[in-house]
C-alpha cells in the first residue's frame, strides 16, 4: 500500500493511506543502515500487518520532491511563515532568514501575520508594505477572532503546507483554527518576557481534505543553512533581482560596492531598509564566519 507520513513519535511513523485511515508503522532496519531516516511528509511503500490494531510496516521510501532541515519535513509544495503583528513584535531579523531558507530550497512561500486584533492599521501597513514590496504574498488574519481565515484555506487548498514560526505567534492556534481536529495545546504568551512556550513537538501533518495537508511545526528560534556561502546570499532576496542590472560591477554582492543598483533602489526606497539591513547583517555573518 501507499501512504504518506504524517508524524513520527518513539520510533513510530504513523501513515495516512490517503483516505484519513492511519496505520502506526515501524520503519524497517535497512533504513538506518542506509542512513535514511524518515521524514514527516515523506511517501512511502508500506505493509499493513495488522488491520484491527492498525499497525504495520514502513517497506519503502519513495523519491523526495524536496527535503527541509529545519523545519523537518519532505515533499513540501509550500509554506506559510506565521508570525505575531505584536505580542511579540515580529523580529524582522528571524522572518528573513527564514524565507532566505525557503528560497534557496525553492519552496514557495507566503507570510501570515496573526493577531491582527490586537495591532493597528499603521503596523499592518508598515509589515505589508515591506513584504509586499519584496514580492511575497501576505496575510492578515487574528486566529482567536476567526478573521482572515477563509484566505488562509484557499491558500492551503490542493497543496501540501509547511507552517513554521517562532513560538508564541499564535501557529497552534492558527492550526485549530483552520483544523479544529488537531486539537493542538496552544499554551500561553509569558508576560514577563513576551515569548511562548514551546507547544509544538514534533513535526505533524493533517490531513484538511482531498490532496490538502498541513504540517504544523516546532517553533523555531534561530536558523540558518549550515552551508551557504556569503557570495549567494543576495540570490535570496528576490528584490533585488530587479535592480542588479544597474550595478556596475560583475558580481556585485551589493554591500561596499560603489554604483550599486540595490543600493541606489534602497535610497529611493525601493527596497526595504530592514531587509537590505538585514541581507548585510547575515552576509557579514556568512563572510566572517570561521570555517572547522
Known amino acids: 500500500m501507499r501512504g504518506k507520513i504524517i508524524k513520527g ?3 513510530f511513523y504513523y501513515v495516512d493511506n490517503g483516505k484519513n485511515k492511519v496505520y502506526a508503522c515501524r520503519a524497517k532496519g535497512i533504513f538506518r543502515k542506509q542512513d535514511i531516516k524518515p521524514l514527516v511528509g515523506d511517501n512511502v511503500e508500506f505493509t499493513v ?3 484491527a490494531d492498525m499497525e504495520g510496516n514502513v517497506d ?3 523519491p523526495r520532491k524536496n527535503a527541509l532541515i529545519r523545519p523537518a519535513a519532505a515533499n513540501v509544495d509550500q509554506a506559510l511563515v506565521v508570525f505575531a503583528l505584536t505580542h511579540p ?3 524582522l531579523n528571524l522572518l528573513d532568514r527564514f524565507l532566505v531558507m525557503m528560497e534557496r530550497e525553492q519552496v514557495p512561500v507566503s507570510i501570515c501575520f496573526n493577531k ?3 495591532a493597528g492599521e499603521e503596523t499592518v501597513r508598515e509589515y505589508r508594505d515591506i513584504y509586499g514590496k519584496a514580492g511575497y504574498p501576505v496575510l ?3 486566529a482567536r477572532e476567526q478573521e482572515g481565515l477563509e484566505a488562509v ?3 492551503m487548498r490542493g497543496k501540501t503546507t509547511v507552517l513554521a514560526g517562532p513560538s508564541g505567534v499564535g501557529k497552534s492556534s492558527l492550526t485549530n483554527a483552520i483544523h479544529p481536529g488537531a486539537s493542538m495545546e496552544t499554551g500561553e504568551i509569558s508576560r514577563k518576557i513576551e515569548r511562548g512556550k514551546h507547544t509544538t513537538r514534533h513535526s505533524e501533518l ?3 481534505e482531498e490532496d490538502t495537508y498541513m504540517m504544523d511545526t516546532p517553533g523555531f528560534s534561530s536558523i540558518f543553512p549550515p552551508d551557504m556561502e556569503a557570495g549567494e546570499l543576495k540570490d535570496y532576496f528576490p528584490e533585488f533581482a530587479h535592480f542588479a542590472d544597474s550595478c556596475r560591477f560583475g558580481g556585485c554582492v551589493h554591500v561596499g560596492e560603489r554604483d550599486c543598483g540595490v543600493k541606489e533602489a534602497l535610497a529611493r526606497g525601493e527596497v526595504s531598509k530592514s531587509r537590505y539591513e538585514n541581507y548585510v547583517l547575515m552576509y557579514e555573518e556568512l563572510k566572517n564566519r570561521r570555517r572547522y
Open 9 to 11: 513519535i518513539g520510533g
Open 49 to 51: 500487518l495488522d488491520e
Open 60 to 62: 519503502e521510501i519513495l
Open 89 to 91: 513584535a515580529p523580529n
Open 116 to 118: 491582527s486584533d490586537l
Open 140 to 142: 492578515i488574519v487574528s
Open 153 to 155: 484555506r484557499d491558500f
Open 206 to 208: 493533517f490531513f484538511l
